[in-house]
């Protein structure tokens, strides 16, 4: 068993009132992830005790991803623990900072706490693609950063 953090940052040419209310939406969340595809099952909202409830569509293979946003602090962070995740994870914690860089900018951070079957190297490519592919979807939406 493999424990790790992982770390990503995104900065986003919007203010922190535009960037906070579309992380608010699980659709938003599916919507800028390419792959794997997502389909959201459980609550559409974000707010705390909210069901994170996932359908991963890998193309050959579906699988599915249970997990409850366990704390929120208005225009700072939300929180999303894994309850019955998918291989190779064991656990999953996945913090979603922001921070206001000024008024047209704000600094997203995502960090990962995991426990995985895989060791670190090869689960952190994977988060790292999944990742960058977000940041790749949020500048369709919001424009280059």
Known sequence: MFKHTFYYKTDIPQPLETIW????????????????????????EVFKGSAVHLELNFFIVKLNWKGEITETADRKYFIDEGLKIPFPFKSWRHVHAFKRLNSN???????VEYTSFLPPFIVNLL???????????????????
Not at 28 to 36: D, E, K, Q, S
Not at 105 to 111: L, P, V
């Open 21 to 44: 209310p579309f992380f608010q939406t699980n659709e938003n969340l599916a919507a800028i992830t390419g792959f794997p595809k997502i389909k959201v099952l459980g609550d559409k």
């Open 105 to 111: 900018g704000t600094r997203m951070i995502d960090r």
């Open 127 to 145: 988060l790292k693609g999944m990742f960058a592919d977000r940041k790749r979807h949020l500048k369709k939406t919001f424009g280059s950063f």
